[in-house]
């Protein structure tokens, strides 16, 4: 496997040159592995499969099919995005997926966290296999992978790409971006004009916000993770903190408690805000928001996201606690 | 009720010399009312029943009987605190009552918020209604009612003493702080020489920590709500915002998520610290605890209480939330 192994000599790809000797020189060699064959990609919107789809966009233009499955989890203005930036400015050949409804029933009342993974990870190949197999001539698949995930997946966990697909579908792979490390993917993905909010994207997990409304995911209960995240996330960019934090979103637990609204008794979800700082996730600290931004920010979720009366601060360090909740 | 009415010219007791003064009149009229009889008091360890306490002592003596039920939802030393002061020092003829399992017992897998402070009313006028039965030629009952107490009962909410008792016990009642503001009962209080921290302690509810317990209460999380409590009450404390921070307490709601701990996952619960400022509790504002106070607390939390992995700070206002949960 020595063509996964980073070549110790390899420059780091910090500016603009670099990024686009290494964008040149990938877009030769895919036009060479590929030819005149197609290329199938799961296009999330995230950075990494994001900077692969523009390269490949590049490289061989409509012979590159993308496969954007929204499976309800994605974060607000999400799916918009990827088709705003893929195909209506790319011009890519994507594929819009609409699986909102197939994933949350199969999630209906499931509370274990493992469980609701893996009802996440088996519903999503079987859509993209299901895509795949309407698709004629395909014989590539293209996936994000980045240098980071090859050196996890030796030992401690597989890394998230499309992996578990039926062997019927016996694709060779494309991954242009596998020797980079998370900062070269951006500056790449800079050189290659896409936005900056998609480049600078936080972390997001495969199972999306999914994990973000702890226990059973209930349509109710998403919409309020949602909206919240949506407050946080405008509030962050506005305050210049986007970019700087490493990683801040919002929890709904499936727990209420009191409130009091126009001399009422409500009893109603509680919004947690995270936000926190790390250098590889293995350890993270609390970002110290703050009060006055915080609470600008919790009196906009209380104004403005329905059915909750309550915001609090997870202001846990990882370890002991984790980042995610589940 | 013309008793019931403070005198417009009443003077605010705000210094030792008026409070020495009242101190001395209500012993004359005590006694005056109360003669050889016996009288019974339900001593909490609160501000209001201690200063009764006090003063009846200062009046009749042995004739106080003073009835103390730790109904297991008290709060870290709060007994002990009650028999050290009143039994040790004043000399009270004091009754403990250990009602812990009968109290938790009866509430084990009670989920309503409602139901929860029926059950802790009705078992303590039992327990309470119980031991006064046992005991001879008791006349009257005494109240820590305050005045706004009084002025709440016009409609709002009967005041929370004990009322509801057995129609067989047919006591009159002695309320000598009933005209006054709960500022004038601390300064009372000092004058009476009761500790310091007994006279100015935070507003307590009468379910105790099993409105910071939320749902079903089971020993090991109300562990958990005493254990964080005290944490929080110490490190105030210290950093000399006792007193000052109208209301602090912590909430451990019945839901865990996940946490690291020496490279295991662990499922543990999350402690919730609540710092509000008020003047009469209708609304309240969040203490803006400083950061590193409050990564202090949450790591005293985090080292010191078993079955916890998670801390965060509750920065809802009141209204839309309510200072207590449930």
């Known amino acids: 496997m020595s063509e996964n192994v980073r070549d110790a000599n390899m420059q780091r790809i910090n500016n603009k040159q670099l990024a686009e000797a290494f964008i040149d ?35 061989i233009g409509q012979n590159l099919v993308c496969i954007h499955v929204n499976h309800g989890l994605l974060r607000k203005g ?18 819009y997926v609409d699986a909102v409804d197939r994933f ?41 992978t980045i240098y980071p995930d090859i050196l996890e997946s030796k030992g401690i966990k597989a890394h998230h790409n499309v992996g578990g697909l ?27 004009g896409l936005p900056h909010n998609m480049v600078y994207r936080q972390p997001f997990p ?42 801040y979103f919002t929890i709904v637990p499936p727990f209420r408690s009191t409130g009091i609204k126009d001399n009422k008794r409500t009893f109603d979800y509680m919004v947690v805000i995270r936000a926190v700082n790390s250098i590889d996730a293995t350890s993270a600290s609390v970002e110290e928001i703050p009060y006055p931004l915080l609470f600008k920010i919790r ?13 609090l601060f997870d202001i846990s360090p990882k370890p002991i606690a984790t980042i995610e909740w589940e």
Chains 1, 2 share one sequence.
């Open 166 to 192: 039926p062997k019927e579908l016996n694709f060779q792979l494309v991954e242009p971006v596998k020797l980079l490390y998370k900062d070269e993917v951006r500056v790449v993905g800079e050189a290659l």
């Open 206 to 247: 495969g199972p999306g916000l999914g994990v973000r409304c702890p226990g059973a995911i209930t349509r109710e209960r998403l919409e309020v993770v949602r909206e919240s995240d949506a407050i946080l996330r405008e509030e962050f960019a506005l305050a210049k903190l986007e970019g700087k934090v490493w990683q």
């Open 25 to 59: 020189e990938q877009i030769k060699q895919i036009q060479k592995e590929v030819g005149n064959k197609k290329v199938l990609l799961a296009l999330s919107g995230g950075v990494d499969s994001s900077v692969v789809a523009a390269l490949l966009i590049k490289a």
């Open 299 to 311: 009196d906009r979720i209380l104004k403005e996201v329905p059915g909750v009366n309550r915001v």
């Open 104 to 144: 949350l029933d199969a999630l209906k009342g499931v509370e274990d966290p493992e469980e609701k993974r893996k009802i996440i990870g088996k519903i999503f190949i079987d859509v993209f296999a299901e895509e795949a197999k309407k698709l004629d001539g395909i014989e590539f698949l293209a996936q994000g």
């Open 78 to 95: 999400e799916s918009e995005q990827v088709i705003k930036v893929f195909q209506k400015e790319l011009g890519a050949n994507l594929i």
